[in-house]
């Protein structure tokens, strides 16, 4: 048996190449894994459960199934979908794992993150990341109608990638110092995360011992996860 590891596929109406590379991926992949981790930004944006748009039903139908058939499905809030509730989960047959979460992975204990929490660079961001993560905020924005709700992801959609584009490369990506104070503060020598679209191994040393963050990629070109076993683990791509 194996465990499958998936993150930033950013699923969208206007990206249908992405949704088929993804129930391709659930139905020749994913039904034969025992557990399936997606860890954030699956959807590339969030309004609310009560969304009714056709993709995400056909989404939650599918994990569903993939659940039904023993597969444990996993999911870990990210920067677009952090919305997302227990009413969709259990639609979807997903629990939710907070950031931060560390499994035992065939023996080894493994921190799961999102990874947009150890971008500590970003200011801007995390000031952002904390508006919006508070219950009053969150309150306020679910009681809006839906197509206001939509309005206003399409406008932080927007924003999101024309601030993206005036930053400096090493300011998205993660803080060194902060890996390694999050692995230490876990006690793991083993870190999972996505959130950067930079995927690679990266060796380390925690607290004196060797170390490994390994990142998982975005879904455009190509499709990226995580397949872990009792023997090995392994970052896989393939084109889309």
């Not at 979807?92 to 907070?98: F, K, Q």
């Not at 959130?195 to 690679?200: I, S």
């Amino acid at each position: 048996m194996h465990t499958l590891f998936i993150s930033d596929l950013h699923l969208h109406e206007s990206r249908p190449q992405v949704t088929r590379a993804f129930f391709h991926f659930l139905y020749s992949h994913a039904i034969h894994a025992e557990a399936l981790y997606i860890l954030g930004d699956f959807f590339d944006a969030w309004i609310g459960d009560d969304d009714d748009s056709e993709l995400l039903q056909d989404v939650a139908s599918g994990l569903h199934k993939l659940s039904e058939l023993g597969v444990a499905i996993y999911f870990m809030h990210g920067n677009r979908d952090f919305l997302l509730g227990k009413t969709y989960a259990s639609k979807a047959g997903m629990s939710l794992i907070d950031d931060g979460t560390v499994i035992d992975l065939y023996g080894t204990p493994t921190l799961l993150m999102h990874g947009d929490t150890l971008c500590t660079g970003d200011t801007e961001y995390q000031q952002f990341r904390t508006m919006v993560r508070s219950p009053q905020w969150q309150q306020q924005i679910l009681a809006q109608p839906l197509a206001a709700r939509r309005a206003l992801a399409a406008q932080l959609r927007a924003k999101s990638q024309s601030m993206n584009s005036l930053k400096a490369d090493d300011i998205m990506d993660i803080s060194p110092a902060e890996v390694i104070a999050q692995m230490e503060a876990a006690r793991v020598t083993r870190l999972i995360h996505g959130h950067t679209h930079r995927p690679a191994r990266h060796q380390l040393v925690v607290a004196g011992n060797p170390a490994e963050r390994i990142v998982l990629g975005d879904w455009h070109d190509s499709g990226w996860c995580i397949k872990a076993d009792q023997n090995s683990i392994d970052l896989i791509e393939w084109k889309i």
